[in-house]
């Protein structure tokens, strides 16, 4: 059987999308969200590959800032395509949690 990180390999796109939501972001503090929500099985090196291909998708725009903290960071904001995507993902999850909810309460046998 699969572990939780596998199965949440198909959602953190939608969780990524519906923190970068809430304004600029960067990975670190994208990962540290991540894990205030309790996603604590997720890495920066788990997360960057993901933002990655996002931005070669159009979902996600980078700017780079100055940091006080070192060399400069890549923020991370949702593009029109981007909020499009999480609409799509949201609406995807309600159905798939609701059908899975059904099964695992025994609902509609």
């Not at 939608?14 to 540290?32: Q, S, V, W």
């Not at 070669?56 to 923020?75: F, H, M």
């Not at 499009?84 to 099964?103: A, G, P």
Request: aromatic content about 10%; some cysteine; proline content about 2%.
């Amino acid at each position: 059987m699969a572990d939780t990180t596998q199965m949440l390999k198909g959602i953190l796109d939608g969780c990524l999308l519906a923190i970068i939501k809430d304004g600029e972001i960067y990975g670190y503090e994208l990962a540290a969200r991540l894990e205030s929500y309790g996603f604590n099985s997720f890495s920066e090196g788990t997360i960057y590959p993901l933002l990655l291909r996002m931005q070669k998708e159009g979902l996600v725009s980078t700017t780079l800032r100055k940091s006080i903290a070192g060399p400069k960071r890549k923020y991370y904001s949702l593009t029109e395509k981007g909020e499009e995507e999480l609409k799509l993902f949201i609406k995807r999850w309600e159905q798939l949690s609701f059908t899975v909810n059904n099964v695992l309460n025994k609902r509609g046998m």
